[in-house]
């Protein structure tokens, strides 16, 4: 295993596409949503320790979830668990973990991935994700991992190469969440791939890339170095944390960046962002419907997602393609084909 080796996990979302399991108090990556007897941030934690060793291995989370960190990890560090005190979106948790790296190990290869992916094929990931660290290890890149697209997906961003036949290729462009024609029109060329969020770089070329493309943000972490990893830490990060912009990696680097390859992934993969997608992974009956629960019975029904936490029984008649979950005093009942509303249901019940 090389030492050098680090990983930093995104697990600040709140999930709120996964309402109402998935809460602001306990969101959907600190929650079995596989029904493996795993959270989606354990498996996270568990596909790397091939990788890199439990002390190499950095969390940033939101200052409400550091707990669920430490009871679901108790492995790891407590000085990596990186607490933000408000959301920023990528960029800024990004900057904040390279820079604590940077006081740790100036030689680090890093790889940064969300928390709440589904991956399965865990030896062709572990072996892909060992390519792609020895990529940056030995060239002044930033790498990304692509996703072959098996269907014309409409809820990812694209990643459009300069040679589709590479397994490492430059990247073109990003191209952002497009419409059905569009994403037919990409499956059917060739050389575009899914945005799976998960990076790669050295520690220098991270930290020149943030000087280079968002210097102020990278003043915010330089000018406070010597803070980092000291008791001083936690003060200066209430303070200098909320006045950063709320940037993604993507517009505040990546999409600047000339030195920009995208490494083509074989395994399967899901972002797990929707209920509509844990119905895709699911193992579902022969008329296309899946539970978690044993109580549950269908009659003249097809293609639906039954979740519930309860003891009760569940009958279900004649729907189609329906997500019916029951959780956190909360019954959902939404069309598949309707889940991008569940955030505006969200917001309708809480106002």
């Known amino acids: 295993m ?31 949503m596989l029904g493996t007897g795993r959270t989606l941030f354990q498996h996270t934690v568990d596909r790397f320790k091939a990788i890199c060793p439990p002390e190499n291995i950095l969390v940033v989370t939101s200052e409400s979830y550091t707990r669920l960190v430490k009871e679901q990890c108790p492995e790891l560090v407590n000085a990596n668990i990186l607490a933000e005190p408000c959301m920023r979106n990528t960029a800024p948790c990004i900057a904040y973990a390279s820079y604590k790296i940077k006081k740790l190990n100036p030689n680090a290869n890093i790889v940064v991935s969300p928390a709440d992916h589904l991956i399965e094929d865990i030896d062709i990931f572990q072996k892909e994700v060992e390519k ?138 899901s972002d797990l962002g929707t209920w509509g997608s844990l119905w895709e992974k699911s193992e579902k009956n022969e008329l296309g419907n899946t539970t978690n629960t044993q109580k549950t019975n269908f009659y003249e029904s097809r293609n639906n997602l039954i979740h519930t936490n309860s003891i009760k029984k569940v009958i279900v008649q004649g729907l189609d393609d329906y997500i019916v979950v029951e959780a956190n005093g909360t019954l959902l009942i939404c069309k598949k084909q309707e889940e991008q509303r569940i955030k505006e249901f969200l917001k309708d019940m809480e106002g």
Do not use: H
């Open 132 to 269: 792609g660290l020895e990529f940056t290890a030995n060239n002044d890149a930033i790498l990304t991992l692509g996703i072959s697209p098996t269907k014309p997906e409409t809820g990812y961003g694209y990643i459009e190469t300069t040679d589709k036949d590479a397994d490492i290729a430059k990247v073109e462009a990003f191209k952002e969440k497009p419409n059905l024609a569009k994403a037919q029109e990409y499956l059917s060329q060739g050389g575009y791939y899914w945005n799976a969020g998960i990076f790669f770089w050295s520690l220098p070329t991270i930290i020149n890339a943030f000087e280079k493309y968002n210097p102020k943000l990278a003043a915010t972490f330089q000018n406070d170095f010597d803070k980092l990893y000291t008791k001083d830490e936690t003060a200066f990060i209430q303070e200098e944390f909320p006045k950063c912009e709320s940037i993604s990696i993507d517009y505040s680097v990546m999409e600047k960046a000339d030195n920009l390859f995208v490494q083509k992934a074989t395994f399967s993969w």
């Open 2 to 32: 090389n030492q050098n080796n680090y990983l930093v996990i995104m697990a600040g979302g709140i999930g709120s596409r996964f309402w109402p399991v998935s809460t602001a108090q306990k969101p959907k990556q600190f929650l079995d």
